[in-house]
């Protein structure tokens, strides 16, 4: 199948669970079933994907508490990607909407959220229109990295130690999601994400959700227009030569110096891969091919000027391509591929676009891939 940009369907209430929709788990001082306590912990836990375990915590609290809305806000981090929001709201027809959406600065709760990360203790309460809120920081050893926000016309007291475990799980839980998804050596994620990675940054595009690109970057400016995906395949030059020559020490210390200049190069909510060796791949947005050529050249060329220690002189190759909805994962990387072959092949320590590169002639369908192993 190809990547799809698809949204969250309205979801029935699931069949477990035997509170009655729209009615608190809890009320009063009565105290959840256990056996519902337990087979919610149990259904949420059973996800081993990010994405789909935030939709799960949000709907699953929505089912024991009974309420009208349930938001899972994560801070912008190096580990977690740009600022994100996750909301499931409980409909009419007994069913509950779940989606990511993009943070909205005129949001009055997105406000709310964001001070609610950097509470200590979970806080009940009401909102203007006299309904029970309960605001619930969720911290990972010892850094607040989110918040969770219940909306009911109940009141929530009842509730606010089990929801608080749910914060605490689901920090933990993520933590070793996160540690799955990670190469060990550079802290970026590995190629196992990959596929899920593009749908999210596809669905980001077709949103329009581009941000200047420029150095610092500057979160707060949007772009209202759509954007293109851009995938870039890069590859260290003469990279056998290094670890050959100095050993596999250096070799490693060159691989984590080229993983800190991306993230300093590239913007937070661009995608930053290690696909092993000495192969990375970046995801970013961009307006058109010249932003995507131009920040792709800037990194190469910090790389070119920096002094490596004991080494000296270290260069990249890369190889980019526009991503389309309806494209193949492993058709994209090839693509890619086969202009970072044309990069290292026509001299190494250049940038290379597919596109431009079969409209010059000099690149055919039987220009042999490179080194990608495709899936």
Sequence with gaps: ???????????????????????????????????????????????????????????????????????????????????????????????????????????????????????????????????????????????????????????????????????????????LINESERDKLTGLYNRRTFERQLQRQLGRAARGLIGPRCLPPAPEARLARRGTLWLALLDIDHFKRINDTYGHLYGDEVILLIAQKMRACFRQDDVLFRFGGEEFVVLLLAADEAAAHAALERFRTRVASYVFPQIGCV??????????????????????????????NSGRNRVCHYRRLIAEGVLGDSVAAGSVDLF
């Design 1 to 175: 199948m190809g990547v799809a940009v698809t949204t969250d369907p309205v979801r029935p209430l699931d069949e477990r669970a035997t509170v009655p929709a729209g009615k608190p788990a809890a009320d009063g001082h009565d105290e959840l079933p256990q056996y519902l306590l337990l087979d919610s912990v149990a259904q949420f836990t059973h996800h081993r994907d990010i994405d789909a375990l935030d939709h799960s915590l949000t709907l699953t609290l929505a089912e024991l508490a009974g309420a009208r809305r349930v938001s899972l806000y994560k801070r912008a981090s190096e580990h977690s990607g740009p600022e994100s929001l996750v909301r499931c709201d409980y409909g009419q027809d007994g069913g509950h909407a779940i989606a990511a959406v993009e943070p909205d600065e005129e949001d009055p709760l997105l406000q709310l959220l964001r001070q609610g990360v950097g509470q200590l203790t979970t806080r009940a309460t009401r909102g203007p229109d006299g309904d029970y809120r309960l605001l619930v920081p969720i911290h990972r050893d010892g850094a607040a990295i989110g918040a969770l926000l219940l909306e009911s016309a109940h009141p929530l007291d009842a509730l606010l130690l089990v929801v608080d475990g749910f914060a605490r799980i689901y920090a933990n839980y993520i933590g």
């Design 315 to 344: 260069t990249v190759s890369i190889g980019y391509v526009g991503v389309e909805p309806q494209d193949y994962p492993a058709t994209v990387l090839d693509r890619a591929d086969k202009a970072l072959y044309y990069a290292k």
